[in-house]
């Protein structure tokens, strides 16, 4: 018998592309928040033999292999012990939009316990009802110790107005007040679970304080290959946890550099909310790395400027595939297909930093690992999103292309891509790394 559609597991008759989605799925699966996605990279590359190094001391013996954590984002990198001509970076970033419980979140109303949450990023609201949300984040003690917290079960709920209540609904359309109506339900007023810190502390063994905690509410459903072909995979978070999985699956089996070039990635927090933060792509997280693994092979500020000017990044991120329902909505010259390889986008007002340079050093890695490859530019009649890229270049001053893997609902709780893009995606940024 096949397996079931919800099955994201390998059977014995899968063969390693199996093996490899598999893999995806227990990543997103392991990885709620920004902090769970950092830590299931962290572990990922600290198997391959990567070394965590601690941003507090210094950096006089920086590993060749090592990683630097710091709580939504990660630097990994693979760099030779000498001054490298070349630093090859993948950006992508950890964070997707959706709901954040408040610091005081208890209210009370028709016989309902609720929870306060604010709206992270450009969420697609209308597909966080009706579904059973878990909790999963950090909860930070008074001394700054971080424990990561997750209940992985039915917890809390947004219900939707009944259509008896809502008669126009299909007709006009969903409408939501952001603060009145995307307020889930967690108990009953008639129990004694108490607030919900006190619930929460019990529930995760730690102890939990009203202002201690970094919480995000997630749609419990698993990752699952999709269709009657098993062709496509559902799940949350893909924008851009597959990018940070890629990237990181690719540094991880990339072999000590002896060519003189290094090789990095940079998972960074915050960029659904614009990347202005410390751990944000617009912060100096990155430069920092550079700067400190420059030093310590013995380099100086020069030496780091004359190295930016040969390396280059790609930032992956999701891209928008054409949707069956409403193909008007691409160009119809540059609509990316699901599992039809990854996709370069270009924007020529800088929303995405890809020049034609760039876009032929990523053509070269996807022609490496014989994978196809898309373009995307978006309509002159249709606003275009942005990512990490132009805010890399534009800090670092190094040569950027925007890539991704083509996608359906974008920034709602649960979206859709093509099960052979992600991995077609790792391939070529390993390829990319390492040189090809």
Same mark, same amino acid.
């Given at each position: 018998?096949? +397996?079931?559609?919800?099955?994201?597991?390998?059977?014995?008759?899968?063969?390693?592309?199996?093996?490899?989605?598999?893999?995806?799925?227990?990543?997103?699966?392991?990885?709620?928040?920004?902090?769970?996605?950092?830590?299931?990279?962290?572990?990922?590359?600290?198997?391959?033999?990567?070394?965590?190094?601690? =941003?507090?001391?210094?950096?006089?013996?920086?590993?060749?292999? *090592?990683?630097?954590?710091?709580?939504?984002?990660?630097?990994?990198?693979?760099?030779?012990?000498? /001054?490298?001509?070349?630093?090859?970076?993948?950006?992508?970033?950890?964070?997707?939009?959706?709901?954040?419980?408040?610091?005081?979140?208890?209210?009370?109303? #028709?016989?309902?316990?609720?929870?306060?949450?604010?709206?992270?990023? *450009?969420?697609?609201?209308?597909?966080?009802?009706?579904?059973?949300?878990?909790?999963?984040?950090?909860?930070?003690?008074?001394?700054?110790?971080?424990?990561?917290?997750?209940?992985?079960?039915?917890?809390? &709920?947004?219900?939707?107005?009944?259509?008896?209540?809502?008669?126009?609904?299909?007709?006009?359309?969903?409408? /939501?007040?952001?603060?009145?109506?995307?307020?889930?339900?967690?108990?009953?007023?008639?129990?004694?679970?108490?607030?919900?810190?006190?619930?929460?502390?019990?529930?995760?063994?730690?102890?939990?304080?009203?202002?201690?905690?970094?919480?995000?509410?997630?749609?419990?459903?698993?990752?699952?290959?999709?269709?009657?072909?098993?062709?496509?995979?559902?799940?949350?978070?893909?924008?851009?946890?597959?990018?940070?999985?890629?990237?990181?699956?690719?540094?991880?089996?990339?072999?000590?550099?002896?060519?003189?070039?290094?090789?990095?990635?940079?998972?960074?927090?915050?960029?659904?909310?614009?990347? *202005?933060?410390?751990?944000?792509?617009?912060? +100096?997280?990155?430069?920092?790395?550079?700067?400190? /693994?420059?030093?310590?092979?013995?380099?100086?500020?020069?030496?780091?400027?004359?190295?930016?000017?040969?390396?280059?990044?790609?930032?992956?991120?999701?891209?928008?595939?054409?949707?069956?329902?409403? +193909?008007? &909505?691409?160009?119809?010259?540059?609509? +990316?297909?699901?599992?039809? @390889?990854?996709?370069?986008?270009?924007?020529?007002?800088?929303?995405?930093?890809?020049?034609?340079?760039? #876009?032929?050093?990523?053509?070269?890695?996807?022609?490496?690992?014989?994978?196809?490859?898309?373009?995307?530019?978006?309509?002159?009649?249709?606003?275009? @999103?942005?990512?990490?890229?132009?805010?890399?270049?534009?800090?670092?001053?190094?040569?950027?292309?925007?890539?991704?893997? =083509?996608?359906?609902?974008?920034?709602?709780?649960?979206?859709?891509?093509?099960?052979?893009?992600?991995?077609?995606?790792?391939? #070529?940024?390993?390829?990319?790394?390492?040189?090809?």
């Amino acid at each position: 018998m096949n +397996p079931s559609p919800d099955s994201g597991s390998p059977t014995a008759h899968e063969g390693p592309g199996d093996r490899v989605v598999a893999d995806l799925i227990e990543y997103l699966d392991a990885s709620p928040s920004p902090w769970h996605a950092v830590d299931s990279s962290a572990r990922r590359l600290a198997a391959a033999g990567y070394v965590e190094a601690d =941003a507090t001391t210094r950096w006089d013996d920086a590993a060749e292999r *090592g990683y630097v954590v710091r709580d939504g984002s990660l630097v990994a990198w693979n760099m030779p012990l000498t /001054l490298p001509h070349t630093v090859r970076i993948v950006g992508a970033h950890t964070d997707s939009p959706g709901l954040r419980v408040t610091p005081q979140p208890d209210s009370e109303r #028709a016989g309902f316990s609720q929870l306060a949450v604010e709206i992270y990023g *450009g969420a697609l609201l209308n597909s966080w009802l009706d579904r059973d949300l878990g909790v999963a984040g950090r909860v930070v003690a008074c001394d700054g110790r971080a424990e990561l917290v997750r209940v992985d079960e039915p917890v809390a &709920r947004v219900p939707q107005l009944a259509i008896h209540l809502d008669r126009d609904v299909n007709d006009r359309g969903l409408v /939501l007040d952001r603060h009145s109506h995307v307020r889930p339900v967690w108990a009953t007023t008639a129990s004694d679970i108490g607030n919900f810190a006190g619930w929460l502390g019990s529930a995760t063994g730690t102890e939990v304080g009203r202002e201690s905690w970094e919480l995000c509410l997630y749609d419990i459903q698993g990752a699952a290959l999709l269709g009657g072909d098993r062709s496509l995979l559902a799940s949350a978070r893909i924008d851009n946890q597959v990018s940070c999985w890629a990237a990181t699956s690719a540094l991880a089996t990339t072999e000590p550099e002896n060519d003189g070039a290094g090789a990095l990635v940079a998972l960074f927090d915050h960029e659904e909310v614009g990347s *202005g933060s410390a751990t944000g792509a617009a912060g +100096p997280l990155l430069e920092s790395v550079l700067d400190r /693994l420059v030093a310590a092979r013995g380099g100086d500020v020069e030496d780091r400027r004359r190295i930016a000017a040969s390396s280059s990044c790609v930032s992956a991120d999701g891209a928008h595939a054409v949707h069956p329902n409403y +193909p008007e &909505r691409h160009d119809p010259l540059h609509g +990316p297909i699901v599992n039809g @390889g990854p996709v370069i986008k270009l924007n020529a007002n800088q929303r995405y930093a890809t020049s034609a340079r760039t #876009a032929a050093l990523f053509r070269r890695a996807c022609q490496a690992v014989g994978s196809d490859v898309q373009v995307f530019v978006s309509r002159n009649n249709m606003p275009c @999103g942005s990512t990490i890229g132009p805010v890399t270049a534009t800090r670092l001053g190094i040569d950027t292309v925007d890539v991704g893997v =083509a996608q359906l609902s974008m920034h709602s709780a649960r979206e859709l891509c093509g099960a052979q893009d992600p991995p077609s995606l790792r391939d #070529a940024l390993h390829a990319y790394l390492v040189g090809i």
